[in-house]
């Protein structure tokens, strides 16, 4: 055995520095589990540098001079003007696509059911109302068209309704949480839908030139805004396991075809996609006429299904989730190539 040896240790202690002595036989045995025992008591600081929230506070203090008043001498992620210049549009991007993705992942949202649909269609209740305010022929005749689309409203509602009480999975992810545009019409009650049974929804939301605000029926911290349309519409479809089509104009066509072309084209794998109302699609859309142009394949047309009432698609959805052969089941029968 190897000679008596005094070591001196230094540890961390409460912001102190304790200096321990011990007497004893060393080997390299009992010297590993004498480091060991010390460690175990050492408090590992878990980050070294001060936090940007902690810096960015102390520099709101700085005394005012010529060089600290200067806008060069901001914090770069404080400076507004900084940030929106066009040199930093690759900076905004990250940002409105990081946002959003963060925020979804720490309220557990595993899967959206997106909502497409027109901002014009009126609620049920409020479908009248167009009618006594129409002043000519013209302003009546599509006050009663819109009037006639009412009922989408509803099935809107209803499906958001039956999608919000799937139960979380074995990890504690929320599935088909509803996912809107944030607006009114068709997007207010498919927030208001997941509203109704007590569920979170998520509004994506964007800047427009005239006012738009969430409906009041998106859960607060779910409510997102953007200033790029191409981001809002990679969060549509980040976490999209469905999606319906509900009847509407320009919007609802750019989010439904930019759709079909990503699984068209393979960039995004096959879901259920519902176009509610199949009379409305067929008379603004020739279908079969882009076939027979040539334009597309009789197969595309299997990327969809028309359906009328939230209770179809529901039942469609969990029949295409409960069996293997998914994507062949999706596709309607009676539309086989």
Known sequence: MRSITIIS???????????????????????????RDMMAHRKIPKRVFARAKEDAAVAKTAT????????????????????????????????????????????????????????????PDKADALIKAAATDEQRHI??????????YAEARKLAQLASECPVDADGRRQFVVCSGGGP???????RGAHDVGA?????????????????????????????????????LLRARAVAAFPGGFGT???????????????????????????????VVNFEGLVEEGVIGANDLNLFRFVETAEEAWEKLTHYYATRDRVHLHRDPSRAA
């Open 143 to 152: 006050a009663e068209r819109l009037r006639a689309k009412s009922r989408y």
């Open 253 to 283: 066509f750019d989010e439904l075809f930019e759709l079909l072309t990503l699984v068209q084209t393979g960039k995004m794998a096959q879901l259920p996609i519902f176009l509610f109302g199949e009379e409305f699609w067929r008379k």
């Open 185 to 191: 019409s068709i997007m207010e009650a498919a927030n």
């Open 64 to 123: 005012e001079t010529p060089q600290t008043t200067d806008p060069s001498y901001k914090l770069a992620f404080q400076d507004a003007d900084f940030l929106l210049r066009d040199d930093l549009r690759p900076i905004r991007f990250q940002l409105e696509l990081l946002k959003p993705e963060l925020l979804l992942d720490e309220a557990n949202i595993g899967s959206t059911f997106v909502m497409y649909g027109s901002a014009r269609i009126p609620a």
């Open 200 to 236: 979170e929804s998520i509004g994506l939301n964007v800047v427009l030139p005239f006012e738009q605000t969430p409906n009041a029926y998106v859960t607060p911290h779910l409510s997102f805004q953007f200033h790029y349309f191409a981001l809002r519409k990679m969060h549509f």
């Open 9 to 35: 240790i230094s540890t961390w202690a409460e912001g102190h520095i304790v200096d321990k002595f011990a007497a004893t036989a060393v080997t390299p045995v009992n010297l590993h589990y004498l480091y």
